[in-house]
Each structure stands twice: as C-alpha cells, then as structure tokens.
C-alpha cells in the first residue's frame, strides 16, 4: 500500500463550486504539506502543519483553506473555485530523523476548473 | 520570494550517455532533495543530501551538495530509455521549515 495517498486523482469542477481534496499518510510523520504544480513551474507551497493543532500558510494560500484532522489526515479545500486554480494538487508528508529532513509525495491530484 | 535556479530546462540524449544538471541559489541551504517525476504521477526521492560536499549514490545516479551550500548537482550515469522524465531539486534553507523547489530538467532518452 502507498504510503501518502490522495483522492481524488482527478476531478472536474465548474467555477464557483465548493471542492475537496483528501490526503492520507501511513508514515506516521507529524509534518504535512500541500502544493500546487503548474506545467513549466517549480512546486509551490499552499499550506503545512507540523501538527494537528498547527497550520501555517505558505506561498500562495489564497483561495485555499486546510483542516489537519489527524496525525494522518490533511485536507484541502478551494471554497469557490476558479479557472487559474486548475493544476496538479500534491500532498506531502516529512520526517526530521538524525541526518534532516526528507519529503516524501503523494501521487497527486489533477484538478480541472472550468 | 526564495528560487531555485534549475539547468538545463531539458535535454535530449541518446542512450548509453551521462547526463549532469544543477541547482543554484543565492542563499545557503542545509538541506538537497532530487526528485524525479513521471507524467501523472506524484515526485519519487531519489537522493537526499545534508552536509556540504557530501557525495552520495543511488545506483547510477551521483548527488552532490556544493560546497558553498548554494548548489547541487545530479549525475546519471550511462542513461536508459526509462530514465526519461522531469528531474527537480528541492532545498531547505537553515532554520527555515520548508522546502523550495527548482522548476525541473525534461529528460528525453532515444533509445
């Protein structure tokens, strides 16, 4: 079984409507993340948590809003979508072990607003 | 905002071929991560990297962190038809708790 997993995988949706996205980890990390990645860009950072009760914005939080529901839930929210949100949606999930910190994906969702 | 300067943007190599790329940044970091990415699917780890100058292998790919701290390099060595894809850099600047990504190196094999 995967290790971060995101539903759904894809997902079209018209302006204006409410959506979310999931995303489970069973790596047992404290640290989770969502980015956004349009074609030609780097990853950009929407939201992360380091724990249930901590959320922090990132680059681009605008239009966008998370709920930590667990150790192993965080989910994203676009409460009324538009156009210019269309792009792949990843998850993430980091360790900070002896050595640093790794970051670890999910397969990504791929959101169409039209 | 922090960016990461990735290079080349893609490369078209024929099979059997080393292949380089990098990162720079105009700030230090203390932490490389090289991805890569095929169509549809989510960035796998390939190499992490946490102290200056550190060398380190994955099968027949070298990552390297610069001394300086501001730069990284990725070797393959003796590239495959299923070595295509995007390749990125991740880095984590000291005492900042994210990660900034560069914009990715398109991979083309012919075999």
């Known amino acids: 079984d995967a290790d971060v997993t995101q539903t759904p995988r894809n997902r079209i949706t018209k302006t204006g409507k409410r959506i979310m996205l999931e995303c489970s980890q069973t790596?047992?990390?404290?640290?989770m993340y969502w980015y956004r990645q349009d074609p030609g860009l780097g990853l950009q950072l929407i939201y992360y948590?380091?724990?249930?009760?901590?959320?922090n914005k990132g680059e681009i939080s605008d239009g966008y809003s998370v709920s930590r529901q667990a150790q192993a839930k965080f989910s994203l929210s676009l409460e009324s979508a538009i156009p210019n949100q269309t792009a792949l949606y990843f998850c993430a999930t980091s360790d900070s072990g002896p050595s640093g910190e790794t970051q670890y994906f999910g397969p990504g969702t791929r959101l169409l607003v039209l | 905002g922090q960016q990461l300067n990735q290079s080349p943007q893609s490369m078209f190599i024929q099979e059997g071929e080393d292949v380089s790329m990098n990162c720079t940044s105009s700030s230090i970091f203390n932490t490389w991560l090289w991805y890569k990415q095929d169509p549809g699917e989510g960035p796998v780890l390939l190499i992490a990297?946490?102290?200056?100058?550190e060398l380190t292998s994955n099968g027949r790919l070298t990552a390297q962190f610069g001394i300086t701290r501001k730069d990284s390099f990725l070797n393959i060595s003796a590239s495959i038809p299923s070595d295509v894809g995007i390749y990125f850099c991740?880095?984590?600047?000291?005492?900042?708790?994210?990660?900034?990504f560069g914009s990715g190196t398109k991979l083309n094999v012919k075999p």
């Open positions: 948590s380091f724990d249930v009760k901590d959320i």
């Open positions: 991740a880095g984590r600047l000291y005492n900042f708790n994210k990660f900034y």
């Open positions: 790596k047992g990390h404290d640290r």
């Open positions: 990297l946490y102290k200056a100058g």
